[in-house]
């Protein structure tokens, strides 16, 4: 199993520029997420979805656009790119087995995109 | 909203001796969630943590789980060099994981 892949891992954007991180997962899990980690500090949620349709905003979702077509991807966009959205940005997924209380499943993360807007 | 604490945020170790990471959290957490960070890479899973007074080890990392105190704590024995990283602990409110600012050890001989 491959797990839990992001592309691409470095991307220079302009000010202004919009793109896509894409994010797809291999272990039929039915939550993703999207965090961002600046220097020196934890992860932050930005959004995050519960299956395919369904996604929701997380702590600092400002900026940023998620969709969920199909349970193995979850791709983030940034429509105008700020010097303030420079930063790592990992996914991750995870499996809630409904119904089931008391999961003890982790997140699997993702190798991360290191984003540096100028 | 769930706030996650830990400290100390910079450890030096010396290889051989017993050190321990403190996690504090506000409110209500589902599960608590250390993570492993090296320099540049991703995160590793180390433990999970479900109810209170859970217990896990593997090999010298211990993870332990206060649910009363709101605390959970990581403690390392006889520390070797191969666990210089950064450790995170996250709680946990319905799956959306809010982390502390971590834990940068460095191990010297």
């Known amino acids: 199993n491959a797990g839990v892949t992001q592309t691409p891992k470095f991307r220079i954007l302009k000010i202004g520029q919009s793109m896509t991180l894409q994010c797809t997962q291999d272990?039929?899990?039915?939550?993703m997420y999207w965090y961002r980690q600046d220097p020196g500090m934890g992860l932050k949620l930005i959004y995050y979805?519960?299956?395919?349709?369904?996604?929701d905003k997380g702590e600092v979702p400002n900026g940023y656009n998620v969709s969920r077509s199909t349970t193995e991807d979850f791709p983030l966009r940034l429509e105008l790119a700020a010097p303030s959205q420079t930063s790592v940005y990992f996914c991750?997924?995870?499996?809630?087995?409904?119904?089931?209380?008391?999961?003890?499943?982790?997140?699997?993360f993702g190798d991360g995109t290191r984003l540096s807007i100028l | 909203e769930l706030k996650v604490e830990q400290n100390p945020l910079f450890l030096s170790m010396q290889e051989g001796k017993n050190y321990t990471i403190y996690c504090n959290y506000s409110?209500?957490?589902?599960?608590l969630y250390w993570y492993r960070q090296d320099p540049g890479k991703s995160l590793e899973s180390l433990f999970v943590?479900?109810?209170?007074?859970a217990v896990k080890q593997e090999g010298r990392l211990m993870a332990s789980l206060d649910t009363k105190a709101r605390l959970s704590t990581l403690h390392i024995t006889a520390a070797v060099h191969d666990l210089s990283a950064t450790y995170f602990c996250?709680?946990?409110?319905?799956?959306?994981?809010?982390f502390g600012a971590g834990t940068t050890v460095t191990v010297r001989a």
């Open positions: 991750a997924s995870s499996y809630d087995p409904v119904g089931i209380i008391g999961s003890n499943q982790p997140q699997h």
């Open positions: 272990m039929n899990h039915n939550y």
């Open positions: 979805s519960v299956g395919a349709g369904i996604t």
């Open positions: 409110t209500t957490s589902d599960r």
């Open positions: 943590l479900l109810s209170n007074g």
């Open positions: 996250a709680g946990d409110n319905d799956y959306k994981l809010s």
